[in-house]
């Protein structure tokens, strides 16, 4: 087991190997879920995308705005391993 001292400011450092079994990378989040009993759960955040930094993320990249059924193909090629 692992231990962690806290600092006078209530904050706590995760060792390097804690943060790898996680596989969380500088810049990611860490999730805590509250347990019974005094516990905690640590976990990495999975990251929730929003359609306005999706759309920012690839404005001015496309010259032709895709179709619905060209997306939907893209899609469903992704999903079959295709891509």
Known sequence: MTSLT?????QVTLKRELLQHLG??????IALDKLPGGELRVRAEQPAGTIETFIGRHAGKVKKPLTL??????????????R
């Open 24 to 29: 969380i990378k500088p810049g990611d989040r």
């Open 69 to 82: 059924d060209e997306m939907n193909e893209i899609a469903a090629a992704g999903w079959a391993g295709k």
């Open 6 to 10: 806290v600092t006078m400011k209530g």
